[in-house]
């Protein structure tokens, strides 16, 4: 069971942050996005999605809701192109509107217009860092939803992940923090976020005190 912050409030420290994660599609972003959501840093945020109480921002979820339908048929409809320039309004709103959330941003976010930059000036970016071979795994039994993905072989999705990502990589590596995510457990992930988040806070917290 994932881990869910620190019990001691130290995580306090860093309430008032948008902390943006960001990484391959399958890497956990809404995964881990929702157990530091959950952890005592912050309350529910409400979201565009349904109008509920909800501790992770979604990017997908909020494109989909504005347009009123799945990635998959925005793709098929708009194109990639229209995709993304939805995806950069999202951000731009979420931007506007929040200043204490966890954002789960798609995969091809930080990639397209200046999106990564925006998203620390605005924010703490987090990049999970994640092999090609790990991430066709994980991405196997879901890749029917996912238009990139659900044409292809095991061996081309393991192909055209790593070409994705050396495409990507430059972007995703502006993050604050790059975490490699190989081998270890979503809990330890998960902690490694707290503790510099935490370390993070507690720096702003001495520039307010000077």
Same mark, same amino acid.
């Given at each position: ?17 948008? =902390? ?11 995964? #881990? ?29 909020? =494109? ?9 048929? #925005? ?53 999970? *860092? ?30 055209? #992940?790593?070409?994705? #990502? ?7 590596? *502006?993050?604050?923090?790059? =975490? ?31």
């Amino acid at each position: 069971m994932l881990c869910e912050g620190r019990p001691d409030g130290s995580s306090e420290r860093f309430r008032g942050m948008l =902390i943006f994660l960001v990484g391959y599609m399958g890497c956990g972003k809404s995964t #881990i996005g929702r157990a530091l959501a959950r952890g005592p840093r912050t309350p529910p945020v409400r979201t565009a999605v349904n109008g509920a109480l909800e501790p992770l921002l979604d990017m997908d979820a909020l =494109i989909e809701e504005h347009c009123g339908k799945r990635v998959g048929e #925005i793709f098929e409809t708009f194109g990639e192109d229209g995709f993304r320039r939805m995806e950069r309004d999202t951000l731009a709103e979420v931007i506007s509107s929040y200043d204490d959330a966890v954002v789960a941003t798609g995969g091809g976010t930080p990639c397209f217009f200046d999106n990564m930059e925006a998203m620390n000036r605005a924010g703490r970016t987090i990049y999970f *860092q994640m092999s090609a071979e790990k991430l066709a795994v994980r991405l196997e039994h879901g890749r029917a939803k996912r238009p990139l993905l659900r044409d292809k072989s095991e061996d081309e999705l393991v192909e055209y #992940i790593r070409e994705n #990502i050396r495409k990507r990589e430059p972007f995703y590596s *502006q993050a604050r923090l790059v =975490i490699g995510c190989d081998g270890v457990s979503d809990d330890y992930v998960v902690s490694h976020v707290v503790s510099y988040l935490e370390h993070c806070g507690a720096d702003e917290t001495a520039r307010r005190d000077r």
